[in-house]
């Protein structure tokens, strides 16, 4: 049994060390809110928090997580991430959703780490998430609307 922190809460996995935590997450804990999008870290749709960073979890075998802190989608609740949360919903950012879970992981550990972000500073941190339909200036503009209401 390998046991992970996850959204909190201790859970304990019958899975091989090399599974990757994105197969974890889906399959053996029902939370299907991370998605699979290209399975090598490259469209940022399986992006969670291990230990506050943006992390694929498509490439991380739930070895390398043990004994960090997992955020998923489905726990993001801190205060970066009700913040960008609320700036999508404002904004209407989300077209057909799939690669919005990653995006809202990838904006609020940004603003985690960088308060006030540039332009060319979100694009950067974001640039790995793949949106099939386009919505880039709604995305940037969010994570701007979500620094301010933290009080950037």
């Known amino acids: 049994m390998i046991k992970l922190q996850i959204n909190g809460q201790e859970k304990a996995l019958d899975s091989t060390p090399d599974t990757p935590l994105l197969w974890a997450l889906r399959d053996e804990l029902s939370m299907t809110g991370t998605k699979f999008g290209c399975g090598m ?3 940022g749709a399986c992006t969670v928090h291990v230990d506050g960073v943006a992390t694929r979890s498509c490439v991380t075998p739930i070895e390398a997580v043990q004994g960090k802190a997992i955020t998923t989608i489905e726990g993001a609740q801190d205060k970066f991430a009700e913040a960008v949360k609320k700036a999508w919903v404002s904004l209407d ?4 959703g799939y690669c919005q879970p990653g995006q809202v992981m990838a904006a609020s550990a940004l603003l985690k780490a960088n ?5 060319a500073q979100v694009d950067e ?3 790995g998430n793949v949106c099939r339909c386009g919505s880039y200036p709604r995305i940037r503009q969010a ?3 979500a620094a ?3 009080g950037a």
């Not at 950012?93 to 057909?96: D, F, G």
């Not at 308060?115 to 332009?119: A, E, G, L, R, S």
Request: proline share 10%; net charge neutral; with cysteine.
């Open 93 to 96: 950012v989300a077209q057909c």
């Open 41 to 43: 870290a490259l469209c």
């Open 125 to 127: 941190a974001l640039s």
């Open 115 to 119: 308060p006030k972000p540039t332009d």
């Open 143 to 145: 994570v701007h609307e």
């Open 148 to 150: 301010k209401a933290l």
